[in-house]
């Protein structure tokens, strides 16, 4: 049986990630799915959880002041390839948990949506670069 595990920020978890420009272009679909994230969790009124991630890619970003490299040190601990990777600060997506594009770790067992979870010192450089940044937010399943 699966287990979801309830989202804090920190969590990186498997999600289809829809990048802005292709939801502009009428996407409703990430092209794959990969690790993101969670950069805000936050129970609403109707006591839907509703979750903002960032994508986290092996592209180098054209304007290094909107991502985060993440150390490789860091890959390891979440079982990561050992690839260089950014977490991307410019846009974000938001949806109500845990929402149809969440996805098993392929490779793992079928119970995990989760790598693990982003030091402290990281995920606030992260929250950072994006309030710095006006991330642009694709609502998704919101």
């Given at each position: 049986?699966?287990?979801?595990?309830?989202?804090?920020?920190?969590?990186?978890?498997?999600?289809?990630?829809?990048?802005?420009?292709d939801y502009?272009?009428g996407r409703e679909?990430?092209?794959?799915d990969?690790?993101?994230?969670?950069?805000?969790?936050?129970?609403?009124?109707?006591d839907?959880?509703?979750?903002?991630?960032?994508?986290?890619?092996?592209?180098?970003?054209?304007n290094?002041?909107?991502?985060?490299?993440?150390?490789?040190?860091v890959?390891?601990?979440?079982?990561?390839?050992?690839?260089?990777?950014?977490?991307?600060?410019?846009?974000?997506?938001?949806?109500i948990w845990?929402?149809p594009?969440?996805r098993?770790?392929?490779?793992?067992k079928?119970?995990e949506?989760?790598?693990?979870?982003?030091p402290?010192?990281l995920?606030?450089?992260?929250?950072?670069?994006?309030?710095?940044?006006?991330?642009?937010?694709?609502?998704?399943?919101?």
């Amino acid at each position: 049986m699966s287990h979801i595990p309830e989202p804090f920020p920190g969590l990186v978890i498997s999600y289809s990630y829809l990048w802005r420009k292709d939801y502009k272009a009428g996407r409703e679909e990430g092209v794959k799915d990969r690790p993101c994230a969670v950069i805000l969790s936050k129970k609403t009124s109707g006591d839907d959880t509703v979750v903002t991630v960032a994508a986290i890619t092996h592209t180098q970003p054209e304007n290094p002041d909107m991502a985060g490299e993440i150390p490789l040190k860091v890959k390891e601990h979440l079982k990561l390839d050992s690839e260089r990777s950014w977490i991307v600060c410019s846009e974000v997506n938001r949806f109500i948990w845990p929402g149809p594009d969440l996805r098993r770790i392929k490779g793992r067992k079928d119970t995990e949506f989760s790598y693990g979870v982003l030091p402290p010192k990281l995920l606030t450089k992260t929250t950072q670069t994006l309030i710095k940044s006006l991330a642009k937010i694709v609502k998704r399943t919101v």
